[in-house]
């Protein structure tokens, strides 16, 4: 059984950071491409990060330059380092393993609320 858990979430003022992990099991972590998502109220879930089994990385264009998506396969898990946060950056944010043959997996997710 596949299991993603994202942990990090919280509260922070506009400017501020966190870094949100997202720890894999049941699965062969290192070979497999990794993503950030998030949902905001009454939105489309959006891509934010990406980065592929050889560590190359994509972002949305309203983050690049203040996220850092990044692995560690020894930890089986892949963080999202977010920098000078804005109200806007505000949804539930979400793991995603994408896997050959059976789909993608889904973390549960967690809140990421920035105030004005």
């Known amino acids: 059984q596949v299991q993603l858990v994202e942990s990090g979430g919280g509260l922070v003022q506009a400017g501020g950071s966190l870094r949100l992990s997202c720890a894999v099991s049941?699965?062969?972590?290192?070979?497999?491409?990794m993503g950030w998502y998030r949902q905001a109220p009454g939105k489309q879930r959006e891509l934010v990060a990406a980065i592929t089994s050889g560590g190359s990385t994509n972002y949305a264009d309203s983050v690049k330059g203040r996220f850092t998506i990044s692995r560690d396969n020894a930890k089986n898990t892949v963080y999202l380092q977010m920098n000078s946060l804005k109200p806007e950056d505000t949804a539930v944010y979400y793991c995603r393993q994408s896997t050959p043959y059976y789909g993608d997996y889904w973390g549960q997710g967690t809140q990421v609320t920035v105030s004005s």
């Open positions: 049941g699965s062969i972590f290192s070979i497999n491409a």
